[in-house]
């Protein structure tokens, strides 16, 4: 670990096209993929099967049906999702080990990576994979996926922050039953919680001390055990 | 492990507060060309550029701004130029439209302006590559918020974003018929219209041309992609 005159020295020796990285790096949402030595790169999407680009609901359940990778869906048009980062399967995996935990003895359910989430807000049609979803109530259930999250939580990779802070923050709010979003930085310790309640305006959470607030479903984490061992 | 990627390493474990003192730092410590992608520096009034901004607040970060943003629901993010086969595209296709258009009701908007649009508790501000509006009752400084026909030449750093995001938001707005996807790596249209429930038409054969009925235009797909040398890399 550098201390901040180490650091500032370093980068005045950085060439210009490396200090701009970085800067861009500080300026973005901190999870530019600048190859930070923390998890692995995220492979780009290998598509075994270039899919149509547009397919009915019933085409793309057939077409998944058959991939070895899995796609999203957003009105007709099918995004095939790349592999995940070893630091975001680690981050994922604490999420679900915290809130699994919390849960346990109550009517929620935390789903994790692999299920599809089906939503129909207004005429729009999306079938999704979040990261993790807490769902309270089986009659949203179905046998490959749900429909009804409480509270949905994405880790951030660069290949997917423009759909997970733009699109699916907008999606996600469009559906009655989704009372919390959550963003989890995955190169810094930060956690950004939108909430219905508060009409959706984000509380950014980071620091030693934080503790991430999941009201929906009433269970608090502090950030160094969603981050435990992951920046080590 | 190298230098530089120690220093990453460390900084990744920084404070918000200790990083926006790096920047700051960077951004003094001279000849830093900000890439176009990223938030120039904000006015001070609003501290990080990673605030949460009202629409109203964000009207008037743009206006203290050389750049232009997309603003969806609180988050800005900065446009970054086109490539000269980008705006082969858009100005081929302006030329079609705009002429077709004239003396008529409707006006062809293809550098400036932007569509302010307000869908359900949604609030977005998008700079369209073209876009067409048909009354003008309702155009207002802070941009246009009836557009009939829309066009998007997909950049890679925008396909997710035009592919997904744009098509459900404009396919939200009540005025829009026709939305439009051109691509710049390859001849082809994707045209999804209101009255065939926004499903997609693909245009690729060259010798193909392409209705836009909501504008009652048809163009050759050649006549689009005229003068456009694709780069195989793209």
Not at chain 1, 112 to 120: A, R
Not at chain 1, 140 to 161: F, H, M, Q, Y
Not at chain 2, 174 to 190: G, W
Request: glycine fraction near 4%; aromatic fraction near 10%.
């Amino acid at each position: 670990m550098l201390k901040i005159e180490e650091i500032h020295h370093a980068l005045r020796l950085l060439d210009l096209e490396e200090r701009e990285r970085v800067a861009g790096w500080l300026e973005g949402y901190q999870d530019e993929e600048i190859g930070v030595p923390i998890g692995v790169a995220e492979p780009s999407a290998v598509q075994a099967v270039d899919p149509p680009p547009y397919m009915t609901e019933e085409e793309y359940l057939e077409f998944e049906e058959n991939s070895p990778i899995r796609h999203e869906y957003v009105n007709g048009t099918v995004y095939a999702m790349s592999g995940a980062s070893l630091a975001h399967n680690r981050i994922v995996t604490r999420l679900y080990k915290a809130l699994e935990r919390r849960l346990r003895r109550g009517p929620c359910e935390v789903f994790i990576q692999d299920l599809k989430l089906k939503l129909s807000p207004g005429h729009d049609k999306f079938w999704y994979y979040p990261d993790l979803m807490v769902s309270c109530d089986r009659s949203g259930w179905d046998k490959k996926w749900i429909t009804n999250p409480r509270l949905v939580i994405e880790v951030l990779s660069a290949s997917t922050k423009h759909i997970d802070r733009r699109e699916k923050a907008t999606t996600y709010r469009r559906i009655d039953t989704i009372d919390e979003y959550v963003i989890v930085a995955q190169h810094s310790r930060q956690v950004t919680i939108q909430r219905r309640e508060d009409n959706w305006v984000p509380q950014v959470v980071s620091g030693p001390e934080a503790i991430a607030e999941f009201r929906s479903v009433n269970a608090s984490v502090p950030l160094t055990e969603v981050y435990e061992n992951i920046f080590e | 492990m190298n230098n530089f990627a120690s220093l990453l390493q460390s900084i990744a474990r920084m404070s918000d507060a200790e990083r926006h003192e790096l920047l700051v730092y960077l951004q003094r410590s001279g000849d830093l060309s900000f890439p176009t992608d990223s938030i120039e520096e904000p006015h001070p009034a609003y501290g990080s550029p990673l605030r949460h901004l009202t629409r109203d607040e964000f009207f008037e970060f743009q206006e203290q701004s050389a750049m232009t943003y997309e603003y969806i629901n609180g988050i800005i993010r900065a446009m970054s130029g086109p490539t000269v086969a980008h705006c082969l595209i858009t100005q081929n296709l302006f030329r079609v439209v705009d002429a077709r258009l004239r003396g008529g009701p409707c006006y062809a908007f293809c550098t400036g302006g932007q569509l302010n649009l307000t869908l359900g508790d949604d609030e977005i501000v998008y700079h369209p590559d073209l876009y067409v509006s048909c009354d003008r009752g309702v155009w207002d400084e802070r941009g246009i918020p009836n557009p009939r026909f829309v066009v998007e030449v997909l950049s890679p750093s925008t396909q997710p974003i035009d592919r997904r995001e744009k098509l459900v938001n404009y396919c939200r707005v009540p005025s829009l018929e026709e939305y439009v996807i051109a691509r710049q790596d390859r001849a082809e249209l994707a045209v999804y219209r209101r009255g065939m429930s926004w499903s997609q038409e693909l245009v690729s054969d060259p010798a193909a041309t392409v209705e836009f009925r909501s504008l009652d235009v048809t163009v050759s797909l050649a006549s689009v992609y005229e003068e456009v040398t694709f780069n195989p890399k793209r």
